[in-house]
């Protein structure tokens, strides 16, 4: 199935969808499914126990990749040169978005795809960005992109090459601009953020992703919320979560919000679980996800369980601002 070209803004990514349609639903699909289950991603992890800088977005965007089993995305100069434009555009015009005005400084193209394809051919397109009033370091950035649920879920995705452009200053812009499809997960693979296993996790994060994970209006915006779960699908997958059993060490329930659907996504191919408040340091805590996953008209029950670590150092989320879009 044809993958449409996607966008994403602001400190932002796009969050790749695919073609899953959720009038494929099926209530209770576990009574009617007899396939392999569904399960997680092997994620081998990373050796290192410490986060660490990266020199540049793609750095951390493999790293990560890495410590989720997945493949990396190839370094490609003339998508590199496609960001770079848009960074400039961005750096210009003072602000932050993935649609450029015809007309204003710097301009290249309107949308990810015209710019992209001014330099390279291209089928699916997808761009995660950042723009900070006041310097800041590439590799805050992409962390602090990456801390978004969404923008995650475009990170994790199955993009075979990737260019970045970086401006420093007063006005830092970061741009990463993703191309075409490597189907890596099968059909019945998820991969979870965080891992299984995965130590150092994060304790919060602060709301201002677009779409609001938390819901429209749901007063949540510029929070400091707990550390996002996520799970993420092929390019088809579209994941619908019943419940999900988020408990502490001790066995006391942490209440998350799972984040609505609406209509714009009814091919996201990630869910999220937000918890309403940041993680304790150092505790190890337990998921239980139980829903469905559609891919093609097929669908099978989600019944995981995972666990995960949180970091000793309380370290406070970046403030950022995160849009994300389908184009």
């Known amino acids: 199935m044809h993958i449409p070209a996607l966008a994403a803004s602001l400190l932002a990514i796009a969050l790749l969808t695919g073609c899953a349609n959720k009038a494929a639903r099926i209530d209770h699909a576990d009574q009617f499914y007899s396939g392999p289950p569904v399960q997680l991603r ?17 750095d951390y965007v ?16 003339k998508l590199a040169a496609a960001a770079a434009d848009h960074a400039k555009y961005l750096e210009l015009n003072r602000v932050a978005t993935h ?9 290249t193209g309107t949308a990810i795809m015209t710019r992209v394809r001014r330099h390279t051919a291209a089928d699916g397109v997808s761009e995660i960005l950042a723009v900070s009033g006041e310097p800041r370091s590439v590799a805050a950035s992409i962390e ?8 995650r879920g475009a990170i994790l995705f199955d993009w075979a090459r990737a260019g970045e452009a970086s401006i420093a200053g007063s006005h830092a812009v970061t741009v990463v601009d993703f191309a075409d499809i490597a189907p890596t997960l099968a059909d019945t693979e998820l991969v979870a953020w965080p891992y299984d296993g995965q130590r150092q996790v994060p304790t919060s994060w602060v709301n201002n992703e677009q779409p609001d994970p938390m819901g429209a209006d749901a007063g949540y915006r510029g929070q400091v919320l707990g ?19 988020l ?3 001790r066995g006391k329930k942490v209440a998350c919000k799972i984040a609505p659907l609406t209509a714009a996504d009814a091919a996201r191919n990630t869910a999220v679980c937000t918890p309403y408040e940041p993680l304790h340091t150092a505790t190890r ?7 469905e996953v559609v ?31 389908n184009q």
């Open 42 to 58: 092997h994620a081998p992890g990373s050796a290192n126990t410490t986060p660490t800088d990266h020199a540049t977005a793609l």
């Open 62 to 77: 493999n790293a990560r990749r890495k410590e989720a089993g997945l493949p990396l995305i190839a370094v490609d100069g």
């Open 99 to 107: 649609d450029e005005v015809p007309g204003k400084p710097g301009f």
């Open 144 to 151: 602090a992109i990456f801390s978004s649920p969404y923008h």
């Open 227 to 245: 550390f996002p779960i996520t799970l993420s699908g092929g390019p088809n997958a579209h994941i619908e979560l019943r419940s999900v059993d």
């Open 247 to 249: 408990r502490d060490q």
């Open 285 to 291: 805590y337990n998921v239980h996800v139980v829903g």
């Open 295 to 325: 891919q093609l008209g097929k669908v099978r029950p989600v019944d995981l369980v995972w666990s995960f670590t949180t970091r000793a150092d309380e370290r406070p989320a970046p403030p950022v601002v995160a849009q994300s879009g």
